[in-house]
């Protein structure tokens, strides 16, 4: 059997694992991870592969998902025409698609060559129904077209000597580009494993989407100022909150998974940022801010997290926006007098978003809204500003800033 028989044979046989979970399991990507290292035969190039692949699968799972069940051949053809032009997937595709066109033509084009292979005149959407309610305008052309294709990897710069982080990068034959409206904010043109370079592993460089780089580079941070971040997970927000802060600020961070904060103080200490970075068990006082970094339901995040259109109802944005609640109610009683409280999702969701801010503006009548230092072109969502991923090809956030005025 050739390799790319016993590739189709191989992939098809984990999409079948999968086809019971992907509408309903919030940890596929946990389960693809494990499906795939299951197999001890596959190297890593075969493991990109099938990555890609099943990854590409959820995005335009709509497009797709009939196909699987009635024409595998053609449904093997289009995930693969659809995927990513990547090394690990070149040979597959080129060997799938025989007689099909590039696949380097815009999205709507792409489009186009798929409903005359299904000989259909329109396609499904590849976003969810209820999302016209929560987030409209994410059907638009250019919302819908970005929403729909794989996110770049961004990194933030944290050293200004950018030699050593270019001239290591040129050594790998990486490329890249700086963003024009971001200093300091990288994104990758190029595949490659950023987490065991030397700019990575010394501090140099972190991992952060350029949309979560946004919601505290608008804000306008004071320089030795003390916060609180509430929900500080594996501290990505909380690196650049001290980066901005200086080096007399201080960062208290706080989560209520243990595993999270020991991440965050392993790359606390890798920046060189041990001093400035606390891990608290529980917030105690108060502090100039606050950053209330609330767990969502990710829809900004569905062009890396694609699983997430699918096993997302409306009663899930429901249940999110009362804990959103809760939590921001809890954080706002550490902000001391004339300090600052940002709330922030990474939620394209009016229910998760000024929605929340709407509510607690009136049941906290001691915080009224503060301005930003700079809208970086956000949409102002009256409360806030909402980050469309396709402003700076990231992911969608949300950030609205509060002032506690008595």
Request: charged share 20%; hydrophobic share 40%; aromatic share 10%.
């Amino acid at each position: 059997m050739d390799h790319f028989s016993i590739h189709s044979r191989t992939f098809l046989g984990m999409l079948d694992s999968l086809e019971a979970h992907w509408h309903n399991d919030t940890s596929l990507p946990a389960r693809i991870e494990r499906l795939i290292k299951s197999d001890k035969r596959l190297g890593s190039r075969d493991r990109k592969l099938y990555r890609e692949l099943i990854y590409t699968t959820l995005r335009f799972l709509p497009w797709v998902e009939p196909l699987l069940n009635s024409n595998r051949e053609l449904a093997l053809q289009v995930i693969a025409w659809l995927s990513e032009d990547i090394p690990a997937t070149l040979h597959f595709k080129k060997d799938a698609t025989l007689g099909w066109p590039s696949s380097g033509d815009s999205f709507l084009a792409k489009q186009k060559v798929i409903c005359e292979k299904l000989n259909l005149t329109s396609l499904p959407s590849l976003l969810p129904e209820w999302l016209k309610f929560e987030a409209p305008e994410a059907f638009e052309v250019d919302h819908y077209t970005i929403l729909n294709q794989r996110a770049p990897l961004w990194l933030r710069l944290q050293t200004t000597d950018l030699n050593r982080v270019f001239d290591e990068f040129k050594t790998l034959g990486w490329t890249w580009k700086l963003s024009t409206q971001l200093p300091g904010a990288i994104k990758m043109e190029t595949y490659g494993d950023v987490s065991k370079s030397q700019a990575y592993l010394t501090g140099l460089i972190e991992i952060q989407d350029i949309g979560s780089q946004l919601i505290l580079e608008s804000i306008g941070i004071l320089n030795s100022e003390k916060w609180l971040d509430a929900c500080a997970g594996a501290g990505g927000k909380a690196l650049q909150l001290a980066c901005l802060l200086g080096p007399r600020g201080k960062v208290e961070c706080f989560d209520i998974r243990a595993s999270a904060l020991q991440a965050l103080n392993e790359r606390a200490y890798r920046a060189g940022l041990s001093s400035r970075i606390k891990t608290i068990s529980k917030p105690e006082g108060t502090y100039d801010g606050v950053l209330v970094d609330a767990p969502c339901s990710g829809s900004g995040t569905w062009r890396r997290s694609p699983h997430l259109k699918w096993v997302t109802q409306p009663s899930t944005i429901t249940q999110y926006a009362l804990k959103q609640a809760e939590i921001l109610s809890n954080a706002s009683s550490h902000v001391k007098i004339g300090g600052r409280l940002v709330y922030a999702t990474c939620s394209l969701c009016k229910a998760e978003n000024e929605a929340v801010v709407d509510t607690f503006l009136v049941k906290h009548p001691d915080f009224s809204l503060a301005g930003f230092a700079n809208s970086h072109s956000g949409v102002n969502r009256n409360v806030g500003l909402l980050f469309w991923p396709d402003l700076y090809d990231g992911d969608g956030y949300f950030v609205a800033s509060l002032l506690k005025i008595r």
